[in-house]
């Protein structure tokens, strides 16, 4: 069955440092894709970045990486350089190719010191 | 464009009565959900669809029904609330294709209060 699983309810990290965000999943389906999302305290949710199950490389998107170890079926968000603006909830999410059902982790609220 | 929009934007029910939150994207997207967001529990799946005539349940389905009947629109119906559906309610959409990313566009959500 899909699962995704985020163990850190909460994280603080200092402005400017880095921080990486857990994620473990779990899948029958040999295809899928892997995803974060962010929540500010407004309630939107925005795409951050994906990772595909067969791709070689770990995804970038500016201060946005993704640790992706497939054999240990991880995903983690690593934030570089940590900003204010940074505060919010991150969701790690899944999506298989079979069926292309989207399921989410229960997310993590980082906080972001001055 | 809007992308997703999502109506209404907060509604407050009685236990029993029942309603629907309306969502339409304008973005010819195939696939097509709704979540639910409590907190400490992340958004949970309720329903999708991957395009017009079908649907399939989600994590937590029980309470809901949903129909597709164009590409555009997917209605999420609670036909007797109860305050366990007290809850933030999201549509997202994206694209169903083999080779695209599949990331999800979100509406704003629903704030739904059952008493």
């Known amino acids: 069955a899909q699962k995704i699983t985020q163990t850190q309810p909460g994280m603080f990290v200092q402005e400017k440092e880095a921080v990486t965000l857990d994620c473990t999943y779990d899948?029958?389906?040999?295809?899928?894709?892997l995803f974060w999302y962010k929540q500010p305290s407004s309630g939107e949710m925005i795409f951050l970045i994906y990772?595909?199950?067969?791709?070689?490389q770990n995804a970038t998107e500016g201060r946005y990486s993704l640790n992706f170890q497939k054999a240990r079926k991880s995903a983690n968000l690593v934030i570089s350089a940590s900003q204010l603006g940074d505060s919010a909830m991150y969701f790690c999410?899944?999506?298989?190719?079979?069926?292309?059902?989207?399921?989410f982790g229960a997310g993590t609220r980082l906080f972001v010191k001055a | 464009n809007a992308g997703v929009t999502q109506t209404p934007k907060f509604q407050v029910l009685k236990t029993g009565q029942s309603m629907t939150l309306q969502c339409a994207q304008d973005?010819?997207?195939?696939?097509m959900s709704w979540y639910r967001q409590d907190p400490g529990m992340g958004l949970r799946l309720i329903h999708y669809?991957?395009?017009?005539?079908?649907?399939d349940q989600g994590e937590v389905p029980n309470g809901y029904n949903v129909s597709r009947s164009t590409t555009e629109d997917f209605p999420l119906r609670l036909l007797s609330a109860a305050p366990s559906q007290t809850s933030v309610y999201f549509c997202?959409?994206?694209?169903?294709?083999?080779?695209?990313?599949?990331?999800?566009?979100f509406g704003e959500g629903s704030r739904l209060t059952v008493l």
């Open positions: 669809s991957v395009g017009a005539g079908i649907t």
């Open positions: 997202a959409s994206s694209y169903a294709q083999r080779g695209s990313p599949g990331e999800l566009f």
């Open positions: 899948t029958s389906d040999p295809s899928y894709g």
């Open positions: 990772q595909g199950s067969y791709d070689q």
């Open positions: 973005m010819n997207h195939e696939y």
């Open positions: 999410a899944m999506r298989e190719r079979r069926g292309f059902k989207t399921i």
